[in-house]
């Protein structure tokens, strides 16, 4: 019985085929009923845009990876485009480090990813969903699980927008104290726009309004966001009314002018305005920004916030990397307990079954009295002789968990334990 791992991520793989490992909910759940018919009691898969992992317990004490790699290469049809050298594999707490790592926002494209917490809590619900959760991955993931939050309150691995929508949402976060009172425009309707208004209507801003110079993408961005539309035409009335103003559009000119917002900061009884231009050219004059109380970020400006808050959390690696550390030890005593006591005490009953037949076989040549005098002193000489092999089983933790699992398995190859299962 070990732990095993195998997966892929955009540490090994392209795009492409990190697309076609994909594995969607309903996936996920076929998956894990099918790999209950390969003698994986327990498990579960974790299945991101950016990784696909499956984690087992297999029945054999020397997990295959290649079987686990070639079921997840199958059951996507990926026999086209993956290659072994995409895949990573895991045994025994090798499988809890790596996954502690994921958790701890380490392994992330973008160190501290705050989604992948959600996503593994994602994983072990439809693995309890799918009966498939048990003894093992339930102590495993719950340590993980507890990995990331202590990552996350203990360092600042998450803290800071590491992408343009996100810091121009921060941005304004520190200029309007409550954004949920506030209104915005959106001018364009490219994917930048579309993030950074998704941002904005998830600190609670309400009031979302959109100009497009195609109004059927303005209507379609309506539908996932809410809000209204405005005629491009209308566009400049509209500011009047907008605390935040979202410009990402292509144009070789700008499309708000000094002039324009200084009419409209005197019909706003200059209150403030918040513009972030994402535009490529940019879309609003540069100059706009010396006019009082107005704020102007342009698209270099919030990148270079992103580097800096990306700078920032590669210095908290280090110490999430330590909390890593902390439980991975915590850990591995747990998971090599359940392996050491089980071969010691098989190792006892094989030398017990070992003494019982010789005992038996000469029992007839020995009056009662000396028959228990037999008995005492060979259970002695059983106690003797595995001593020493018990003391250092028991004694291990100053080994790494490569140098205590290769051990056990020495033994247990030794004296023919391997056919026997643990009861752990």
């Given at each position: 019985?070990?732990?095993?791992?195998?997966?892929?991520?955009?540490?090994?793989?392209?795009?492409?085929?990190?697309?076609?490992?994909?594995?969607?909910?309903?996936?996920?759940?076929?998956?894990?009923?099918?790999?209950?018919?390969?003698?994986?009691?327990?498990?579960?898969?974790?299945?991101?845009?950016?990784?696909?992992?499956?984690?087992?317990?297999?029945?054999?004490?020397?997990?295959?990876?290649?079987?686990?790699?070639?079921?997840?290469?199958?059951?996507?049809?990926?026999?086209?485009?993956?290659?072994?050298?995409?895949?990573?594999?895991?045994?025994?707490?090798?499988?809890?480090?790596?996954?502690?790592?994921?958790?701890?926002?380490?392994?992330?494209?973008?160190?501290?990813?705050?989604?992948?917490?959600?996503?593994?809590?994602?994983a072990i619900n439809l693995?309890?969903?799918?009966?498939?959760?048990?003894?093992?991955?339930?102590?495993l993931f719950q340590s993980?699980?507890?990995?990331?939050?202590?990552?996350?309150?203990?360092?600042?691995?998450?803290?800071?927008?590491?992408?343009?929508?996100?810091?121009?949402?921060?941005?304004?976060?520190?200029?309007?104290?409550?954004?949920?009172?506030?209104?915005?425009?959106?001018?364009?309707?490219?994917?930048?726009?579309?993030?950074?208004?998704?941002?904005?209507?998830?600190?609670?801003?309400?009031?979302?309004?959109?100009?497009?110079?195609?109004?059927?993408?303005?209507?379609?961005?309506?539908?996932?966001?809410?809000?209204?539309?405005?005629?491009?035409?209308?566009?400049?009335?509209?500011?009047?009314?907008?605390?935040?103003?979202?410009?990402?559009?292509?144009?070789?000119?700008?499309?708000?002018?000094?002039?324009?917002?200084?009419?409209?900061?005197?019909?706003?009884?200059?209150?403030p305005l918040f513009i972030?231009?994402?535009?490529?050219?940019?879309?609003?004059?540069?100059?706009?920004?010396?006019?009082?109380?107005?704020?102007?970020?342009?698209?270099?400006?919030?990148?270079?916030?992103?580097?800096?808050?990306?700078?920032?959390?590669?210095?908290?690696?280090?110490?999430?990397?330590?909390?890593?550390?902390?439980?991975?030890?915590?850990?591995?005593?747990?998971?090599?307990?359940?392996?050491?006591?089980?071969?010691?005490?098989?190792?006892?009953?094989?030398?017990?079954?070992?003494?019982?037949?010789?005992?038996?076989?000469?029992?007839?040549?020995?009056?009662?009295?000396?028959?228990?005098?037999?008995?005492?002193?060979?259970?002695?000489?059983?106690?003797?002789?595995?001593?020493?092999?018990?003391?250092?089983?028991?004694?291990?933790?100053?080994?790494?968990?490569?140098?205590?699992?290769?051990?056990?398995?020495?033994?247990?190859?030794?004296?023919?334990?391997?056919?026997?299962?643990?009861?752990?």
């Amino acid at each position: 019985m070990d732990l095993l791992s195998v997966g892929t991520s955009h540490k090994r793989a392209p795009i492409e085929v990190r697309e076609k490992l994909w594995f969607s909910v309903d996936e996920v759940r076929a998956a894990l009923k099918e790999l209950t018919q390969h003698s994986y009691k327990e498990c579960v898969i974790i299945s991101t845009c950016n990784r696909t992992e499956a984690y087992v317990v297999s029945p054999s004490e020397e997990p295959k990876a290649e079987s686990l790699r070639d079921f997840l290469i199958d059951f996507k049809n990926a026999r086209s485009i993956a290659c072994p050298e995409h895949f990573f594999s895991f045994s025994s707490c090798g499988v809890a480090n790596h996954l502690f790592e994921v958790t701890a926002g380490i392994d992330s494209m973008v160190a501290g990813d705050v989604q992948i917490l959600g996503q593994v809590k994602e994983a072990i619900n439809l693995s309890k969903e799918s009966g498939t959760n048990g003894f093992y991955t339930n102590r495993l993931f719950q340590s993980a699980l507890h990995v990331g939050k202590r990552s996350r309150t203990e360092t600042e691995i998450s803290e800071g927008a590491v992408s343009v929508s996100y810091a121009a949402v921060e941005l304004a976060s520190k200029i309007f104290a409550h954004l949920e009172k506030k209104t915005a425009l959106l001018i364009g309707a490219g994917k930048t726009g579309e993030l950074t208004a998704k941002h904005l209507v998830s600190k609670g801003v309400k009031d979302v309004f959109i100009a497009n110079r195609t109004r059927s993408k303005a209507e379609e961005l309506v539908q996932k966001l809410g809000g209204s539309i405005v005629d491009f035409e209308d566009l400049r009335p509209q500011l009047r009314h907008a605390d935040i103003v979202i410009s990402a559009i292509s144009s070789p000119n700008y499309v708000l002018t000094v002039q324009d917002i200084q009419h409209v900061m005197r019909d706003r009884d200059n209150s403030p305005l918040f513009i972030i231009d994402i535009g490529v050219p940019r879309n609003v004059d540069p100059l706009v920004n010396k006019i009082s109380n107005v704020f102007l970020h342009d698209i270099d400006a919030l990148q270079r916030i992103v580097d800096q808050n990306l700078q920032k959390r590669t210095r908290e690696v280090t110490k999430a990397q330590k909390i890593v550390e902390e439980e991975l030890v915590e850990f591995t005593h747990w998971y090599n307990s359940l392996n050491v006591n089980p071969t010691i005490q098989q190792l006892r009953e094989l030398f017990e079954e070992i003494r019982q037949l010789e005992v038996e076989k000469h029992t007839h040549r020995f009056t009662e009295r000396d028959r228990e005098l037999m008995d005492l002193v060979t259970k002695r000489i059983v106690n003797k002789i595995l001593h020493i092999p018990t003391m250092n089983l028991k004694n291990g933790e100053t080994e790494s968990t490569e140098e205590t699992v290769t051990k056990i398995r020495t033994i247990r190859k030794l004296f023919g334990l391997m056919g026997r299962r643990p009861d752990a």
